[in-house]
């Protein structure tokens, strides 16, 4: 009988052991995702920094176009790739191909690379055999670039593939919304190029 007793009450602690173990584990579990977030602060509040809407509106803006041009700036990037040309000189090529021959400082507004960055890039291009320089005959300092035999069917040959790769990842937003985004980022780029570099705008934002 003791020893039926002892068997009971040993079974009596390993079953409250192992509820307190699942009570202990209850309480160990992970936060679902949804309960972690809610319990953080909001990003506005977060060091104590206290940011108005149209300052959380902009920085938010700010983040979601830079991830935005390099998630879509990587898929162009790898199909020049594919054709041994960096995104620039394909940007150059594209710009030469679609506008004809161009000074050298009108290529590099166009794809918005340093002086000495595009003469780099034009030197590559024309070892290549894809581009060559020409005079400008009402300035003798001046010089064009413009393609090659070469460069203008290697152009004619990629960029129906190129424009289809872009095409595809610009498919998540629909041709309608696909305009309304490029007419607001046109104006929001006029704005901020009108405006001093390095300072705060003397107007509010809330007025921009």
């Not at 020049?80 to 000189?89: P, Y």
């Not at 000495?116 to 005959?137: F, H, M, N, W």
């Not at 985004?181 to 003397?202: F, N, V």
């Amino acid at each position: 009988m003791n020893a039926r007793r002892r068997v009971d009450a040993g079974q009596r602690r390993v079953s409250a052991a192992a509820n307190g173990d699942a009570l202990v584990a209850s309480r160990a579990t992970p936060l679902s995702a949804e309960h972690r977030v809610s319990t953080h602060p909001p990003r506005d509040s977060v060091r104590g920094v206290a940011r108005s809407a149209s300052e959380s509106s902009a920085l938010r803006l700010w983040v979601v176009l830079s991830r935005a041009h390099s998630a879509i700036a990587a898929h162009a990037a790898a199909d020049a790739a594919t054709h041994g040309l960096t995104l620039a000189e394909f940007g150059i090529l594209e710009a030469l191909y679609h506008r004809g021959p161009l000074l050298l400082g009108e290529v590099q507004r166009r794809i918005l690379v340093s002086s000495g960055g595009i003469t780099y890039l034009v030197d590559r291009l024309t070892a290549k055999g894809l581009v060559e320089r020409q005079s400008c005959p009402s300035d003798r300092r001046a010089r064009y670039a413009a393609l090659t035999s070469q460069g203008e069917q290697l152009v004619a040959d990629i960029f129906p593939g190129h424009a289809a790769v872009l095409t595809q990842v610009m498919a998540g937003l629909s041709s309608e919304d696909q305009d309304a985004a490029t007419a607001m980022l046109r104006q929001l780029g006029l704005y901020a190029a009108s405006q001093p570099r390095g300072t705060a705008a003397s107007a509010p934002i809330e007025n921009v």
